[in-house]
């Protein structure tokens, strides 16, 4: 559940009824999908394509691999009915409805096909391969285990890999964990940032069987027999599919800022400078290729930092030191800071760095807060692993 200080929300898919009108807003409380038929539990709800006649709703789950075909009960639109249940292929991530209303299509993302089926019979028709997967086998296997919301992955087909961080983005939310607030990172350069969390209680992503074996997902797993404890010995190499979801897990790469695509602005040259001061002392933590000081190595040489965010919330269980997160991407990764009470990037320089403890910003104008967020906003302007590797950055593929 998302903390009530942060909204209302779930991870659980819901149907809402809206009208188009300004102003009307929803015409029902939201339909439970997850209860719709019954104890059958569905994940990732992806696409909902609506028939010609307006009477038909196809709604297509990613995590669970399956489909509810609803019918609309009332003239108005606030209820809907059970017609059907269609197990798919792997991933499916779109449907679409053919203009006569006869013929409906899913798009099978991890099988690489588009399957035509009749709506009537609700019987499968046909089938294309759409494409050649680009992946190795070992990043395949990764990535469908990555969105699966099955068993060996979750034992309740609620939550998948990819319920917080679709296809490796963060998903905007900050998740009450029994660790405390916690903001959902991105995936992306996450292969030259090890430690893993806010909190650096993962060294390798295979320490993650844990929560697919735990409460959370209460997953088979994907080893047989005992682990070793996160921060402890390796669990990577233990198991083929492990090792295959870490590969996955790692491969998410950094895209260019849209922010600098014919370079840096003078405002973001203006931060540029500042933040590289000692005026300020980001870089102090924030250096490198990757604008972080985290990298893998013995526990006792992690990198971890008070700045100031964690000393006064009552549910926070690992703080208030916190592993320095990249700062590549952060246009696209809003909330800001462990808790997610940052709305802005001029938030986290200001409201939230009242004594200076997360770089000396209180003494700058708003000018400048604004040409530092400009700078901000603008990496990566350029590719950071060749930066990396002439470092000596550490990659962990695997």
């Known amino acids: 559940k998302v903390n009530a200080v942060h909204g209302q929300g779930s991870i659980f898919p819901y149907l809402a009824v809206l009208d188009t009108e300004a102003g009307e807003g929803r015409r029902r409380k939201r339909i439970p999908m997850d209860a ?33 075909v609803c019918h609309v009960i009332d003239d108005n639109y606030r209820e809907v009915g059970d017609s059907g249940y269609l197990k798919l292929g792997r991933n499916p991530r779109a449907v679409q409805v053919s203009p006569d209303g006869k013929t409906f299509y899913i798009y ?22 759409v494409t050649e997967n680009p ?53 992306a350069g996450m292969a030259w940032t090890h430690p893993i969390h806010w909190s650096a209680d993962r060294d390798e992503v295979q320490d993650f069987e844990h929560t697919i074996r735990g409460p959370l997902m209460q997953g088979q797993g994907l080893r047989r027999g005992s682990l070793n404890d996160s921060l402890g010995e390796r669990n990577g190499g233990l198991s083929a599919p492990l090792d295959a979801l870490a590969a996955y897990s790692n491969s998410h790469k950094v895209p260019l800022s849209p922010y600098a695509k014919d370079g840096l602005s003078a405002a973001a040259e203006r931060g540029k400078a500042l933040f590289f001061s000692k005026q300020t ?107 990396a590797i002439r470092a000596g950055l550490k990659k962990t593929e695997r």
């Open 108 to 129: 099978n993302a991890l099988d690489f096909t588009v399957v035509a089926w009749d709506a009537a019979s609700l019987r499968r028709t046909g089938s294309v391969q």
């Open 135 to 187: 992946l190795s086998e070992e990043l395949l296997l990764g990535k469908v285990l990555f969105y699966s919301a099955q068993q060996p992955m979750s034992g309740r087909k609620w939550i998948s890999c990819s319920s917080c961080h679709p296809d490796g983005e963060p998903d905007g939310r900050t998740w009450h964990n029994p660790e405390g607030l916690r903001n959902t990172q991105s995936l």
């Open 281 to 387: 002392d980001c870089a102090r933590c924030h250096h490198g290729a990757y604008f972080c000081d985290s990298q893998p190595g013995p526990v006792d040489k992690f990198s971890l930092h008070d700045v100031g965010t964690g000393n006064d919330d009552p549910s926070e269980l690992m703080g208030p030191k916190y592993d320095t997160p990249t700062l590549l991407g952060v246009y696209r990764t809003a909330p800001y800071l462990h808790h997610g009470k940052a709305q802005t990037l001029e938030e986290v320089l200001t409201t939230f760095n009242p004594k200076d403890q997360h770089g000396r910003t209180s003494q700058l104008s708003p000018q400048q807060v604004s040409d530092l967020a400009e700078f901000l906003r603008a990496l990566p302007y350029e590719d950071p692993e060749p930066a």
């Open 36 to 68: 719709f038929r019954g104890a059958l539990v569905t994940a990732n709800p992806w696409e909902v394509a609506v028939s010609p006649d307006g009477r038909r709703l196809y709604i297509v789950f990613a995590g669970t691999d399956d489909m509810f």
